[in-house]
């Protein structure tokens, strides 16, 4: 498990207005998918570099594209480098190889060098792992930023991933 408290990863008090003005806007992407991505949870991602975003993206529906892959995907097809680039997303990264490639490697592979995150996610097979991968490459990682409106999206993914109830509402 992620420990929280290992360091205070709050950011700079100049960058934290920067990341608020950049996690509404992911926040806004993330409602996009609302009714189409049960039982995964609303993510919503803006990769931002001198104050200009570079791409953005959502988890759209179940199965679908993760709100990172939206965002790289469209860089990758525009010809857009990311290195040196912050990715801002309303989750922490997955980390792990499920219905696509995880979101660590491909924000790693396309040179990010800071990620800001508002929930961690509850799933047990990220639960701070994706955000210790992203770190232990070197990846400068900030966390809990809008974190009480980030959970708030996702209070029935929370649920349903840590008791298995709740949200699935198809076989
Ligand atoms: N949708 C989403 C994430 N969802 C995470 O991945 C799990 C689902 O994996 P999969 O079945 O492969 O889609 C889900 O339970 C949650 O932990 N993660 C992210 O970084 N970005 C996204 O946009």
Redesign the pocket.
Same mark, same amino acid.
């Given at each position: 498990m992620w420990d929280r408290n290992r360091r205070n990863m709050l950011g700079t008090v100049d960058d934290m207005p920067q990341y608020r003005k950049y996690m509404t806007q992911a926040l806004e992407l993330a409602h996009k998918g609302a009714g189409w991505?049960n039982p *995964?949870?609303l !993510?919503g991602t803006v990769v931002v570099r001198d104050g200009e975003i570079l791409a953005a993206g959502y988890?759209d529906r179940y199965?679908g594209p993760?709100?990172?892959r939206m965002a790289f995907d469209y860089a990758d097809e525009h010809g857009v480098d990311m290195h040196g680039a912050t990715v801002i997303?309303t989750?922490?990264?997955?980390c792990?190889v499920?219905?696509?490639l995880a979101?660590t490697d491909l924000i790693l592979s396309h040179g990010i060098t800071r990620v800001v995150v508002g929930s961690i996610?509850p *799933?047990p097979? !990220?639960a701070g792992k994706?955000l210790r991968i992203l770190e232990e490459n070197g990846v400068e990682v900030v966390y809990d930023v809008m974190r009480a409106e980030c959970d708030a999206i996702n209070r029935h993914f929370f649920h349903y991933?840590t008791t298995g109830m709740g949200v699935r509402t198809k076989c």
């Open positions: 991505v *995964n949870p !993510v988890h199965r993760h709100a990172e997303d989750l922490e990264p997955c792990h499920g219905s696509q979101c996610d *799933n097979i !990220v994706g991933i």
